[in-house]
């Protein structure tokens, strides 16, 4: 006799008890609660009466398995090992692999929806072939299929967030100036994004090319403008710096700290400012 069976078992099989039925006897026959209450029994979490795969029987999911297979199956019937079934052998996983709640899981050697592919490779070599340059497997965007890289697919249409590369290593999301799919501001539409980094336009700078140029001169140019006479930058009265905008500037000392009046090194900033905006 089996608690759970609700009959006796013989030979793999049960035999139900009187006012019992199912495989394991788990179905009452006379069923006390109300229909309302059954199918809530029954309702998978997206709320749909055992999947639309099945009939709600006092509160339990009967599942249709008209070949008597039992490959429809789960609490809600929500496993479907039917879409394990190789077309053409009608085998599981066509016969390399097992299948889960409709998801094959190949052997060593197989690969593929159904295991029906066949790898040459050893796992060592197709592991190998897929490690990107930083040690990471297809870079974690992507799964290492006999020695190939198939990226994630962030958005099917591959309009926002494409992964590509034979590791996977380049992320164009890297490039897109706020996070949002309906977006379209790659490099903040001053630049071109080429492998997840921005090769900004003339006039602009920044990671994705958010900051306008305020000055054409390259940094070594707009050094040796602010040199002056004495062929030391700013004139050996200031320091040479880089704003927020990458603009060259240079920056003087208050007067007490290199032996002039404060009056002279306002002067002479404000000159040095002028050569500047002279020369940009």
């Known amino acids: 006799m089996s608690s759970t069976c609700h009959g006796k078992c013989d030979c793999g099989k049960c035999v139900c008890d009187d006012g019992w039925f199912g495989e394991a006897c788990q179905y009452q026959k006379v069923c006390n609660l109300p229909r309302k209450k059954s199918n809530e029994l029954c309702r998978n979490p997206q709320g749909v009466i055992c999947s639309n795969a099945g009939t709600c029987h006092c509160g339990s999911c009967m599942c249709a398995n008209a070949d008597d297979r039992g490959l429809i199956y789960g609490k809600y019937c929500e496993c479907d090992d039917r879409e394990c079934l190789d077309e053409e052998t009608g085998e599981i996983c066509g016969g390399h692999g097992k299948c889960y709640c409709g998801n094959c899981y190949c052997v060593a050697g197989w690969h593929g929806d159904k295991c029906e592919f066949q790898c040459d490779i050893s796992p060592w070599e197709s592991k190998k072939r897929c490690t990107s340059p930083d040690g990471k497997i297809c870079s974690n965007r992507?799964?290492?299929?006999?020695?190939?890289?198939?990226?994630?697919?962030?958005?099917?249409?591959?309009?926002?967030?494409?992964?590509?590369?034979?590791?996977?290593?380049?992320?164009?999301?890297?490039?897109?100036?706020?996070?949002?799919?309906?977006?379209?501001?790659?490099?903040?539409?001053?630049?071109?994004?080429?492998?997840?980094?921005?090769?900004?336009?003339?006039?602009?700078?920044?990671?994705?090319?958010?900051?306008?140029?305020?000055?054409?001169?390259?940094?070594?140019?707009s050094k040796k403008r602010c040199q002056g006479t004495s062929n030391m930058p700013c004139s050996g009265r200031g320091k040479f710096e880089r704003d927020m905008l990458n603009k060259v500037q240079c920056l003087c000392h208050r007067g007490e700290e290199i032996g002039i009046s404060y009056k002279e090194t306002a002067a002479l900033k404000m000159k040095l400012v002028d050569h500047e905006n002279r020369a940009c």
């Open 142 to 221: 992507g799964t290492c299929i006999c020695g190939e890289c198939t990226c994630y697919d962030v958005d099917p249409t591959g309009d926002w967030g494409d992964i590509h590369g034979e590791t996977c290593e380049c992320d164009e999301r890297n490039c897109l100036s706020t996070y949002d799919r309906y977006a379209d501001d790659f490099c903040s539409g001053h630049g071109q994004c080429n492998c997840g980094r921005c090769d900004c336009k003339e006039g602009w700078t920044g990671k994705k090319c958010e900051h306008p140029l305020s000055c054409h001169l390259t940094a070594d140019e």
